[in-house]
């Protein structure tokens, strides 16, 4: 019969501590996330660690005076010189909104009037525009969702 020394015990609940702390760590560190709604109801709602599908939403059924408002979280806390931009199928921005810092996370959400974007898209017909952030924090910027005119997207706004 084999016999634990306390020595032996020690070392194996170090490995195993050791091992624990390490794979406590992913890849894809960090709790990013943003919400972008229409009005008062909830589109998108992702979580940027998760690798989730870029959603699409679409503006078909959206009055010119709604508003698309945007809320993107660094762990947290609100973005430090934050844009939005629609870029095109090619990859070209198209239009370029800039939003003020904020320390007041409830003001600090970004808003963009319906008619804005549809007058985009009637100046990009063709195109598959996508609607991307910005910030001192995420330089490369991230596409939050794919904007459609069509009514048959995940999100469509209705």
């Not at 996370?105 to 910005?134: C, F, P």
């Amino acid at each position: 019969m084999k016999t634990f020394t306390l020595k032996s015990l020690a070392g194996s609940l170090s490995v195993i501590m050791l091992t624990s702390v390490l794979l406590s760590f992913t890849k894809n560190p960090g709790g990013d996330s943003f919400t972008i709604y229409l009005n008062d109801k909830l589109l998108v709602q992702q979580y940027v660690h998760m690798k989730e599908k870029t959603k699409t939403i679409s503006l078909h059924q959206a009055t010119a005076n709604d508003v698309l408002r945007i809320h993107y979280s660094h762990c947290g806390k609100m973005g430090i010189s934050r844009n939005l931009f629609i870029k095109d199928s090619e990859n070209k921005i198209v239009k370029t909104w800039k939003f003020e810092d904020s320390a007041d996370g409830d003001k600090g959400s970004m808003t963009v009037r319906a008619g804005e974007l549809a007058d985009v898209q009637k100046r990009n017909a063709g195109k598959k525009l996508s609607l991307v952030y910005t910030a001192e924090q995420l330089p490369d910027g991230i596409t939050l969702a794919m904007i459609t005119t069509s009514g048959n997207a995940e999100a469509s706004i209705r």
